[in-house]
Nanobody
């Protein structure tokens, strides 16, 4: 029943911006922290940003000042606005939520930063 569906990825030039969105369903959305992770080819998956149920946010050091996570509890969506993109931001971006019994992941959306 739990579903997470990402959208908004694509090809962007260095310095450009992109907005990712994750549509969530199958659980009481506003009770849980929501995460964005990313995984570059051949690299471990890493946490990019987290937004808690109360609205506070945590960011990885490598995106502080460039990315912003937000949530719309009325629409059950989580967004990641990415500015000043760098080639090293190239990765598949995933939304994520943790429940008892395991983790839930979206299918991922590809972000490629290249000139």
């Amino acid at each position: 029943q739990v579903q997470l569906v990402e959208s908004g990825g694509g090809l962007v030039q260095p310095g450009g911006s992109l907005r990712l969105s994750c549509a969530a369903s199958g659980f009481i959305f506003n009770r849980y922290a929501m995460d964005w992770y990313r995984q570059a080819s051949g690299k471990p998956r890493e946490l990019v940003a987290r937004i808690f149920s109360g609205g506070s946010r945590n960011y990885a050091d490598f995106v502080k000042g460039r990315f912003a996570i937000s949530r719309d509890n009325a629409k059950n969506t989580v967004a990641l606005v990415m500015n000043s993109l760098k080639p090293e931001d190239t990765a598949v971006y995933y939304c994520h939520v943790t429940f008892m019994g395991g983790d839930y992941w979206g299918q991922g959306t590809q972000v490629t930063v290249s000139s």
